[in-house]
């Protein structure tokens, strides 16, 4: 298999596969050094998903065995109703299909989502990620919490250590974050984790024939390190 620089990415992955890939080095930006057969080239080779702690919680990768739990708890009608892009019913295997996408829009820099798992029972309560705009240096961060689980307080915690990850980690320059005008609760996420109000869209969106209006947040790096 001859290496093409033009190729698909997922093309590019398998060849560093048959060269013997050994490892990420280094990264900058969106864009990591791959080392193998004793030479260098500068590629979009994906580092592995990091798994993230805070004090109460784990932020990790899903798996297929998360399926099921994360179709019971975004089966909810309550909680569909909160996001965007959520549909309902929830049906069977929509829940495998949204995990088995992961992998793959990570190694593109498209999204990085992650589980929010509380460390003292194992329990998987909602999930949490960034939809990544590589062009702009920038991500929308877009997250559900499970409804045996509201009112925790984790939702803030979880997103606060992803503005962390994105700004210190992946070398963000701005995130944003969109909720229905009549989520509060959501908003009162992202002020507390340091975004500010940027602006209201009158019926943005369509969501079960409605049109919905939507409130816009963002935070600079530059904001988030003072």
């Given at each position: 298999?001859?290496?093409?620089?033009?190729?698909?990415?997922?093309?590019?992955?398998?060849?560093?596969?048959?060269?013997?890939?050994?490892?990420?080095?280094?990264?900058?930006?969106?864009?990591?050094?791959?080392?193998?057969?004793?030479?260098?080239?500068?590629?979009?080779?994906?580092?592995?998903?990091?798994?993230?702690?805070?004090?109460?919680?784990?932020?990790?990768?899903?798996?297929?065995?998360?399926?099921s739990t994360v179709q019971q708890l975004v089966g909810d009608r309550d909680v569909a109703a909160k996001t965007l892009s959520i549909s309902h019913p929830y049906e069977d295997g929509m829940a495998e299909a949204w995990i088995k996408t992961h992998a793959l829009k990570f190694a593109k820099r498209q999204t990085v989502t992650f589980a929010i798992v509380l460390q003292q029972t194992n329990q998987l309560c909602g999930a949490i990620g960034l939809h990544i705009e590589a062009d702009y240096n920038s991500a929308e961060m877009g997250y559900w919490i499970g409804k045996p689980f509201w009112g925790n307080g984790y939702c803030t915690e979880a997103a606060a250590e992803v503005v962390r990850y994105g700004f210190d980690q992946l070398h963000l320059h701005r995130i944003e974050a969109t909720h229905f005008s009549t989520n509060p609760a959501s908003g009162r996420v992202m002020q507390k984790v340091g975004m500010r109000h940027e602006g209201h869209r009158r019926q943005y969106t369509l969501k079960w024939g409605k049109y919905e209006d939507v409130e816009l947040y963002g935070i600079l790096k530059s904001d988030w390190q003072q």
């Open positions: 298999m001859k290496y093409d620089r033009l190729a698909p990415l997922d093309q590019q992955l398998q060849w560093l596969e048959t060269v013997g890939f050994q490892h990420v080095d280094c990264w900058y930006k969106h864009f990591s050094f791959a080392v193998f057969g004793g030479q260098r080239c500068k590629q979009d080779v994906p580092q592995q998903q990091p798994v993230l702690y805070t004090e109460r919680l784990i932020l990790r990768p899903f798996t297929l065995a998360d399926a």
